[in-house]
């Protein structure tokens, strides 16, 4: 039975429709244990208001609390995640779980267990951008390097300032990950379809039992979060694919034959088909791929989106389909940034040969000025040094070191850690204490 039988729509579909229903339960397989979750808080609450029989209450706890165990096979005649839980629920407590889903909206449903997906790969992003850096922090090699604008020489800075630039691009694209990680702690339930709920249910104590907020009071805005949680999502995972795939560019030609200041690892390098002389840097060319890829997407939920009505629409459900394969898949690949960046390896010699002379000109022009006070002077005497041919004064560049350890990210992750655990537990807890009950 599908959760909306019953109502005016006639229960007949057909194949075409079957087809577009078919990665949407496919995907949904991602989110059974967060609908299970968000049923037990909401049913804990009922119970606790005694709004149903308080012997069905707990009969529905005691199934939810099973089926959180199981291995849950999704039926797709049943549509989606919410009608194989209900259909599975109802089922085995002969009818007592009727009242499970009373008053809910399949939108605020989906938008929760969507955001409690989102938490955990997010999360999941995080360990991997900080064992990133613990990997930066072994890479000990120093010397000088030519820094390029235009992809001509500019002024040299030293390996270890540009592996802290490595660092800080980490860094800051781990706090715009963790503030939309924290938006999302907004628990969705109780917007109904977006016009307010009709349950009796307290959604903030409901909030409450997953360590999650209920701040929000407009059930119109609180359902538009649902697109927007999407946008903010992908908006810190493009800016942090795009700011890599930018270093990746770097490291394609730093690796390449004209220089070779750097060695990429094994493993993230193949051979060629023909040319056995080959060392391709496929891993990062790849990589620039999926970060297309991701902007694609964004350009998918903003199609998705524009000139809609702020009310729910169904095509919403392809936003659901492509992004939540997207994460796994992307969390897959960003897995090998710690061994990547770990064990690039820098030849400070082949680095010193391809410097040339002119990469000193802005120094230099720095060294006239502190003779004669004239900028515009110093700039075309050093200009002028260029086009003669004379040698310029050298100098070494300073390491500039941003970070000494990243113990304040562990620490932020592990508070991340502790406040998923803590609410699942809890939760889980004050279930447990129900169904026990009538064993005392």
Known sequence: MKIWSGSAAPESGNEAYRIMLEKDIDVDKQLISYEILSLMAYNLNAYEKKLPNSSDARETL???????????????????????????????????????????????????????????????????????????????????????????????????TYVDFIKNIFVYNFNNIDDVWNELRELPLGYGSGFGSMSDVNFSEVAGYMNMEKNIKNPLFSFMLYTDNYIKVLSSINSFLIDISRIFQDMIIFSGDEMKIIELPAGYVTGSSLMPNKV???????????????????????????????????DFQILK????????????????????????????????????????????????????????????????????????????????????NFDFIGDRINENISFIDNGKKKLLKMVKDVVSEDKK
Request: aromatic share 12%; glycine share 8%; no cysteine.
């Open 280 to 314: 391709n840097p496929d891993f990062l060319e790849i990589f620039q791929g999926y970060a297309a890829k991701s902007i694609a997407l964004m350009n998918l939920l903003y199609s998705g989106v524009i000139n809609k009505t702020t009310g729910y629409h169904r």
């Open 321 to 404: 389909d492509e992004i939540i394969p997207f994460m796994i898949e992307l969390k897959g690949i960003i897995n090998g940034f710690p061994d990547l960046f770990s064990g690039i390896k820098f030849n400070n010699e082949a680095s010193e040969k391809i410097i040339g002379n002119s990469i000193y000109a802005t120094y230099n022009s720095k060294l006239n000025f502190k003779t004669n006070g004239n900028w515009k002077e110093s700039y075309k005497m050093t200009g002028d040094m260029i086009k003669s041919g004379k040698i310029l004064r050298s100098y070494m560049p300073e390491d500039i070191i941003s970070y000494k």
């Open 62 to 160: 005691r199934e939810l609390l099973s089926l959180y165990d199981k291995k849950i096979e999704l039926n797709p005649e049943l549509e989606d995640v919410h009608g194989n839980v209900e259909n599975l629920a109802i089922k085995e407590t002969h009818g007592s779980a009727r009242n499970m889903r009373m008053f809910l909206s399949r939108n605020e449903q989906v938008h929760t267990d969507v955001n409690f997906f989102l938490m955990d790969i997010l999360l999941e992003y995080e360990k991997i951008i900080f064992n990133t850096l613990i990997g930066l922090e072994k890479i000990k090699a120093n010397g000088i390097m030519p820094g390029y604008t235009h992809y001509r020489q500019g002024m040299p800075i030293t390996f270890q």
